[in-house]
């Protein structure tokens, strides 16, 4: 037959509803933050904060930018790299053997 125990039940239920949640809070942009409309591709200090130490533009994830501001600083980052602000890839280090 059926073999069922109701406390085995009510104990899974209450296990399942102590949980804690994930209580986290969302990262803001820092774009957002300071209510810029235009990220000026001329400001390379600030735009050197979205590129890897080997020149790549950072992903939205790693900067904590929305979507947004994501697209503005990557045509910022591509237009500072066209003016030759930004260089398009750093020297990286090579083993020689």
Not at 55 to 67: D, L, N, R, V, W
Request: charged letters at 30%; aromatic letters at 12%.
């Amino acid at each position: 037959m059926f073999n069922w125990c109701w406390w085995k039940l009510v104990r899974r239920i209450m296990v399942f509803n102590n949980k804690k949640k994930n209580n986290f809070r969302r990262r803001r942009c820092e774009t957002c933050d300071q209510k810029l409309t235009y990220v000026d591709y001329k400001d390379v200090e600030f735009l050197s904060k979205f590129i890897t130490a080997t020149g790549q533009i950072k992903p939205h994830s790693a900067t904590g930018a929305c979507a947004k501001d994501q697209r503005k600083i990557a045509n910022a980052i591509k237009r500072a790299r066209f003016m030759a602000l930004i260089p398009y890839s750093k020297d990286r280090v090579r083993l020689v053997k």
